[in-house]
């Protein structure tokens, strides 16, 4: 139980367009959604907090007009990158919280 | 603000080997510890958790013990497997589990037969 998806798994967009980024709980209801980035070698950075029905928390420095997350359903949240530029190019991973938080496979950006 | 620090990488050993991964964090009050592990290809899973002093979480083999006084939380198990090669994660949350979380930069282990 308490399976987390994230689509697509990997996505490759030219600079200057969008990428959206689906995370879905699957088998529970989450009130609350995180989204995190990881670079190569690196720790996991939160990035912001989603709760159902109202806005995302933005951690400090995350841009917020960049990273457009909703959380429209109490199974799905989603992350927007908005004017991709390389330097979005990362791995983004979302968890759902169920008294625990469990965590989606991750999303590989490349941004060309 | 809250912070964890991790041994640095990779570690690498032979089956049936004793394993340590040393934590050590900054927090204000008392938080809840944790050690995630990520499987090759696969999400963060939870591996175990403590959450108060002097507790001690296990699962699998592995164990840690919340020390309020060295601030440390030190993932051990007695007898590596191949099948534990993997990304180990250590993590506070300040507040409950589903809470924000802080990770360590993470620890490759890879374990050989």
């Known amino acids: 139980g308490a399976v987390v998806s994230q689509h697509p798994s990997w996505v490759i967009c030219k600079s200057g367009t969008s990428v959206k980024i689906e995370c879905r709980s699957l088998?529970?209801?989450?009130?609350?959604m995180f989204w995190y980035r990881q670079f190569p070698k690196q720790s996991l950075m939160l990035m912001a907090t989603?709760?159902?029905?109202?806005?995302?928390?933005?951690e400090q420095g995350v841009e917020k007009d960049k990273f457009l997350i909703n959380h429209a359903s109490l199974t799905l949240s989603t992350l927007t990158v908005t004017s991709a530029h390389p330097e979005d190019s990362s791995f983004y991973i979302c968890?759902?919280?169920?008294?625990?938080?469990?965590f989606g496979p991750g999303t590989r950006l490349l941004v060309l | 603000g809250d912070s964890v620090t991790q041994m640095e990488g990779p570690v690498t050993l032979s089956e049936e080997a004793f394993l340590t991964i040393n934590c050590t964090y900054t927090?204000?009050?008392?938080?809840?510890l944790f050690w995630y592990v990520q499987y090759p290809g696969e999400g963060l899973q939870l591996l175990l958790k403590?959450?108060?002093?002097?507790d001690k979480g296990s699962n699998k083999g592995f164990e840690a013990t919340y020390r309020k006084e060295t601030t440390s939380f030190h993932l051990e198990k007695g007898s590596v497997q191949v099948s534990d090669s993997a990304v180990y994660f250590c993590?506070?949350?300040?507040?409950?589990?589903?809470?924000?979380?802080?990770f360590g930069q993470g620890t490759i282990l890879t374990v050989h037969p």
């Open positions: 989603s709760n159902e029905g109202s806005k995302a928390t933005y």
């Open positions: 968890s759902a919280s169920l008294e625990t938080q469990y």
């Open positions: 927090a204000t009050g008392y938080p809840s």
């Open positions: 993590a506070l949350s300040s507040g409950t589990s589903y809470g924000k979380l802080t």
């Open positions: 088998d529970f209801q989450a009130t609350t």
């Open positions: 403590a959450t108060k002093a002097d």
